[in-house]
C-alpha cells in the first residue's frame, strides 16, 4: 500500500498482530500505530501477559482446560457432580455452559476437533487422553457437545463409537431451534432436525 | 459472562488485549483463546515484535514519523521536494497520502492532534518541535493534511494562525465530494463546501 516500506519493526509487528483471527493487515496496522503512538505502556502490558500466559498457564490434568494448577477448580470441585463428563472443543465453549448455569458436572476440553482434511486425526488431538481420564475416574454419562459443524460432527461420532464401545454410556447435546427465534428466521436444515428429534413429554 | 473466574494470567491477557482499538471483550477473549490454543509461537512473536518495536523505532528528528534510523528515508532522500512541508496528525496518515503518489514533499507528523475537550493543548503536543523544524530548514509552503474533524480543523486552524505569523505559506488540502462518489450518497455538509470551493480553472 505504502510506497516506502515501514521501518522493518514497525512491519514485523503488524505482521505478527496480522496473525490474530479476525485481524487484517489494515487492522493490523491501525492497532501498531495506535499502540506505538497513543498507548505504549498498554503495548508493554500485552507483551508481559502474553509471556506470563504462555509460561504459567500449563492444562489440567483432568479436563485439559487452561489452568495455573495441576487440576483446575472445576474438577477440584466437590460441588460437581463426578458423575457426569461433557466433552467440548475449545475452553471458551466450556465458559459457555458454565455461563448457561444449566450444568454441573466435569468437563474434557478437547482443544481442537478431528479435522481430517486439515490433517488432524484422533492421534493429533491426544484423545488417548480422554479415554484414559474416563478409565482413571469412571462417569455414569460422557456429554458430546462439539460443535454442530462437519468437524465437530466427526469428532462426536468417533468419540462415540469409541466410548460405547467400552461401555460408556454416551449422549449429545440437543440440536434445534434456538430459544428466542422465529421459525421464519431459521433455516431449513435446523427445522429438519428439530422436527426429527421432537419430544413427546 | 463466566460461573468460574478465568485463570489469572488469561485474565491479565485478556484484559490487555481488550485494550486494543476496536477489540471488545468477547474478542479479545477469543484471541487469547486461539493464541494459547492453536498459535503459542504466533503469540509469542506477537510479544517479541512489541518489545522490538518499542525499543528500537524512534522519532525521526526532521519529521517525527517511526524510523530506527535518526532521519528517516523520506526526510533523507534527495529525490524528495524539500520546499514542501505535510503536516498530518499520525504515521498512519503520512502512509496513506504516500500510497497516493500524488506528494513528493516532505511531512510533519503531529503524533496526535490538539483536542482541548481531552486536555490535549499545543504544548503537549509538542508543536514547538514544528516551528523549530520549520525555521530550521525553511520551506516554500506548509500544507496542513490534518483530518476534517473536530480536533483536526482546529490543530490545522491553530497552526495555520502561527505559521501565517512568522511569514509563511500555508494552504489546506481540498474538501469536496470524494472520487468516483455519486452526489446522491455523499453527504450534505460535503455538498456545501464542494459547492464554497469551487474551482474556476
Same mark, same amino acid.
Given at each position: ?5 515501514? *521501518?522493518?519493526?514497525?512491519?514485523e ?6 496473525t490474530?483471527?479476525?485481524?487484517? /493487515?489494515r ?6 500505530? &495506535? ?5 505504549? +505502556?498498554?503495548?508493554? /502490558?500485552?507483551? +508481559? ?6 509460561n ?6 483432568? $479436563?485439559?482446560s487452561?489452568?495455573? +494448577?495441576?487440576? $483446575?477448580?472445576?474438577c ?6 463426578h458423575?457426569?463428563? $461433557?466433552? !467440548? ?12 448455569h ?11 476437533k ?9 492421534? /493429533? ?6 479415554f &484414559? ?8 454419562? !460422557? ?11 466427526t469428532?462426536?461420532h ?6 460405547r464401545?467400552?461401555?460408556? /454410556?454416551?449422549?449429545r447435546?440437543?440440536?434445534?431451534? *434456538? ?12 427445522i ?9 413429554d
Amino acid at each position: 500500500m505504502a510506497l516506502l516500506p515501514d *521501518p522493518e519493526p514497525l512491519f514485523e509487528l503488524i505482521e505478527a498482530l496480522n496473525t490474530l483471527p479476525g485481524i487484517g /493487515k489494515r487492522t493490523a496496522r491501525r492497532m501498531a500505530y &495506535h499502540l506505538l503512538q497513543y498507548d505504549r +505502556e498498554g503495548a508493554a /502490558k500485552i507483551s +508481559e501477559t502474553i509471556n506470563q500466559a504462555l509460561n504459567e498457564l500449563k492444562h489440567c490434568q483432568m $479436563c485439559n482446560s487452561f489452568t495455573t +494448577e495441576d487440576i $483446575c477448580p472445576i474438577c477440584a470441585s466437590q460441588r460437581r457432580d463426578h458423575s457426569l463428563l $461433557c466433552v !467440548v472443543e475449545t475452553a471458551a465453549d466450556l465458559n459457555m455452559i458454565e455461563a448457561s448455569h444449566g450444568y454441573h458436572g466435569l468437563y474434557y476440553v478437547l482443544m481442537g476437533k478431528v479435522s481430517p482434511l486439515d490433517g488432524v486425526g484422533a492421534q /493429533k488431538l491426544n484423545l488417548e487422553r480422554l479415554f &484414559h481420564r474416563v478409565l482413571d475416574y469412571p462417569v455414569q454419562e !460422557v456429554i458430546l457437545a462439539t460443535n454442530f459443524t462437519a468437524e465437530g460432527e466427526t469428532t462426536a461420532h468417533y468419540l462415540g463409537n469409541v466410548l460405547r464401545d467400552q461401555g460408556i /454410556k454416551v449422549s449429545r447435546i440437543a440440536r434445534g431451534v *434456538p430459544s428466542g427465534s422465529e421459525l421464519e428466521y431459521v433455516d431449513a436444515g435446523t427445522i429438519a432436525w428439530a422436527l426429527t428429534e421432537r419430544r413427546t413429554d
